[in-house]
């Protein structure tokens, strides 16, 4: 099908972030919040993220304000109508079903729907909606305008023409797609949580200190350690995602949350946006 407009709905870190990355490929977007605070904060952070592209060198002044005129905010679901619809918010099954089932009674049969799930079943996502052929998973990593990995998720139920559009657009946003078929955790969550445990049960186990960890992996290559990755994804997020595959792959060991990470959350240091995780910002 032929994509001319994008809607993102959940004006988060996340949402904010992909609608600046469908906005700078030249879509008309449309970011949807039902709270206008979160709106208006969403706007701001891609004002600051263009801003610093600017300042940086990466981007030109002409294109930041090409990027922002592209993005309308939107408070209201029945405004929010467009050719693919990507949702962006909490990592509830309720609510995500909900929500596209209030959009799909307002755009057209043909709308193609994506989710940023990071943990939840497309198939089940799908299930509730009408025509749920045409939804499949488009998860970013964060920050989104950055992160060029996409991975775009195939549900049972989900045409291989969605599918295929899907993939198309991640590639129009100039990002990487990377196919998945639906299972907990899909590729990159699946496979990471272990760079995340293991890491927490060597400090756990007083092998080495936080810091010690991440200084080594980083010294062996890996961009960020896993503690200063986890203040940046935020511990209650990634905290969120090993219990959910800790109870898909029915409570296998391998997958257990660990304990240091539970601690931060139950205190509510929940990493970079808090000023204090496993690190103090």
Aim: hydrophobic content about 50%; glycine content about 8%.
């Amino acid at each position: 099908m032929d994509i001319y407009s994008i809607a993102v709905c959940g004006a988060g870190t996340m949402g904010a972030g992909i609608a600046q990355v469908a906005a700078a490929a030249g879509f008309p977007t449309l970011l949807f919040d039902a709270q206008p605070a979160a709106l208006e904060k969403g706007l701001e952070l891609i004002r600051q993220n263009l801003s610093t592209a600017v300042e940086r060198g990466k981007i030109a002044p002409a294109n930041m304000e090409a990027t922002l005129a592209r993005i309308t905010p939107v408070n209201d679901v029945a405004l929010c109508m467009a050719d693919v619809i990507i949702e962006a918010i909490v990592e509830k099954m309720e609510a995500k079903t909900a929500l596209f089932t209030a959009l799909a009674a307002v755009n057209k049969p043909d709308t193609l729907f994506a989710t940023n799930t990071s943990s939840l079943s497309v198939s089940a996502i799908a299930a509730g909606i009408p025509h749920p052929e045409r939804l499949g998973g488009m998860h970013f990593f964060n920050p989104a305008p950055l992160m060029k990995l996409v991975e775009v998720v195939k549900g049972k139920q989900t045409s291989s023409e969605t599918w295929l559009a899907l993939h198309k657009l991640v590639e129009r946003f100039g990002k990487t797609a990377v196919s998945a078929m639906d299972a907990p955790g899909f590729i990159v969550n699946r496979v990471a949580r272990h760079y995340y445990l293991e890491a927490m049960q060597t400090v756990d186990e007083g092998v080495a200190s936080i810091k010690a960890a991440d200084r080594l992996l980083e010294a062996a290559g890996f961009r960020m350690g896993p503690f200063a990755l986890m203040d940046l994804i935020g511990n209650d997020v990634n905290y969120a995602v090993t219990v959910s595959l800790y109870e898909a792959f029915e409570r296998a060991p391998r997958f257990r949350p660990g304990r240091l990470q539970a601690e931060l959350v139950a205190k509510g240091q929940l990493g970079r946006k808090t000023g204090q995780g496993f690190y103090k910002y």
